[in-house]
């Protein structure tokens, strides 16, 4: 997810470098693409891919908002709670700060 928006390799083994950056995306843009546009690609934006009634709850959360922190550390967001079809599938301790 941080490399769409940053274009860099978000693990550190090519620090410095960026990847085209001229087409790097928007945060809003690069969660659609993992969200709605990805369940239209595999054909079941009927069932999942958007938070709508009469449509499978899959969601997660996240321990910090994506859209308040630095883009780069993006990938040290921790996911807290996994919700597919309205059910709790994974859960995780936050680690302490």
Do not use: C, W, Y
Not at 10 to 28: C, D, K, V
Not at 45 to 56: I, P, Y
Request: net charge negative; no cysteine.
């Amino acid at each position: 997810m941080e490399a769409l928006p940053t274009r860099a390799d978000p693990h550190g083994q090519r620090a410095g470098q960026t990847l085209n950056p001229e087409q790097a995306i928007q945060l809003e843009e690069a969660l659609r693409i993992f969200t709605q546009a990805g369940a239209k690609a595999i054909g079941r934006e009927e069932q999942t891919g958007t938070l709508e009634v009469g449509k499978s709850a899959d969601i997660i959360v996240l321990d910090r908002d994506l859209f308040t922190i630095p883009t780069a550390d993006i990938s040290n967001t921790e996911v807290l709670l996994t919700v597919f079809q309205g059910r709790p599938v994974h859960t995780a301790v936050p680690a302490q700060r």
